[in-house]
Structures are given as C-alpha cells and as structure tokens.
C-alpha cells in the first residue's frame, strides 16, 4: 500500500466545473510534488512545494491552481480544463527538496474531461 | 537541460529468466539515478536507486550498475516472475534545488509464464 493518499481515484468533469484534488501523506516528508501522466508516458513534473511553498511551477497554465495547506496536504484546484487535461494526476513526496531525495508517488487521480 | 533515453520499449521474456533495462542520460552532473515499476492502475512504485558516488547496488532480485564515464545505467532483474510483469521507468536527477527526476520513455516488461 502506497503512503501517499490521493482522493478522489477517478472524476469526471465538464469544462466550466470546478474541482479540486487532494493528496496526504504523513512521512515527515516536506517536500511535495504533482505530475501528469499521459497514457504510455512518463510523469511530467508541474509544480514542487518546499516547506509549504511553491518552489517550482512548470510553466503550468493558471486553470491548475496548486495549494498547499500545511505540511501533510496538497492539493490541486481545477476549473475551466479542456479535454487535452483528461491525463492521471500523481503526487509525490520526499523528505526535502534538495540533495536527490527519493520520491514516493501515491496511486493517483484519473481525470476525464468531457 | 537533462535528457534521458530508455531502452527497449517492450521486452519478454519467460519466467526464470534475466530481464536488463538500460538508460542514458545527456547531463555530466546528474548524480542520482531511481528506478520505478509502475503496475496497471497504479502510481510508480520506487524500486531501487543509486547514487553517482556507487557502481552496483542489489536488492534481493533486482540490481541497478553505473557507468558515469559513459553516462549509462542499467536495470538488472534476475529469476523473473508473472509478478514481475509491469512498466519500468528509469530517471536522472542532477545536484541543487527543486529535485527533479528526468524520466525515461518506459519499458513494457511482460514475463510469460
């Protein structure tokens, strides 16, 4: 069992909806991460959160709107997605984002954008 | 920026036997190298990794070699089981902030019994 928690496993959302997605963990870990994945591709990093604040976006458009709360939770507020967002939503922690931290990713969200 | 290649794109092999999956990378620097296994429906699980300061690390069935003078590294998996079946992703991190993991394309491993 994955130590990283990620709600909802599946949505369904029309474009002008409004939803967010949430991901736990308790490992201690204060770095957190949310990547996209394509089917058949690898993961693609979109925004890095050290010590609660946001550290890296990859140039990810503002229609994804990352939050972390405190340092177990993460989330990622969706509104206005076109369907070429439809992907899995993976999050990731490790103990700190510097010095090559090994990630541990959770089962992740599958979104799909009607 | 960082560049990893994977090969090969799918591989089968029976079970018991060997399975090796290689990579390359493009940036001198990186300096930490994980290995993923990702199952139908799941997210990466981190099997293995290693660090540029090592050559060979094993785990059990499963060993990772590198080689920075040609900025290659390697996945061995021995006596494979229909368990072992999944998609492999290899990743380079180079030193500094933000730990990003530059990922490789994947390896369908299928083990046929």
Redesign the interface.
């Known amino acids: 069992d994955t130590e990283v928690t990620q709600t909802p496993k599946h949505l369904v959302m029309g474009m002008t909806n409004k939803k967010s997605l949430k991901c736990e963990q308790h490992m201690g870990h204060r770095a957190m991460y949310w990547y996209k994945q394509k089917a058949k591709k690898p993961p693609e990093l979109m925004f890095v959160y050290s010590y609660e604040k946001l550290s890296i976006n990859e140039s990810v458009p503002s229609r994804f709107s990352p939050e972390c709360p405190n340092s177990s939770l993460l989330n990622l507020h969706l509104h206005a997605l076109q369907p070429e967002d439809s992907a899995l939503y993976l999050c990731a922690s490790s103990p700190r984002a510097q010095g090559n931290q090994p990630q541990h990713f959770g089962d992740g969200t599958r979104l799909s954008i009607l | 920026g960082e560049n990893v290649e994977q090969h090969p794109s799918t591989l089968s092999v029976q079970e018991g036997d060997s399975a090796v999956i290689k990579c390359t990378y493009s940036d001198s620097a990186s300096?930490?190298f994980?290995w993923?296994k990702q199952e139908l429906?799941?997210?990466?699980?981190?099997i293995i990794?290693i660090?540029s300061n090592v050559g060979e690390k094993k785990d059990q069935r499963i060993a990772v070699t590198l080689n920075k003078t040609a900025k290659h590294f390697s996945l061995h998996i021995t006596e494979t089981q229909p368990e072992d079946s999944a998609v492999y992703?290899c990743a380079a991190?180079p030193?500094?902030?933000?730990?990003?993991?530059t990922?490789?394309?994947?390896t369908q491993l299928k083990v046929e019994l």
């Open positions: 300096n930490y994980p993923y429906g799941k997210g990466p699980q981190l990794d660090r992703f991190s030193p500094g902030g933000g730990n990003k993991l990922f490789g394309t994947g």
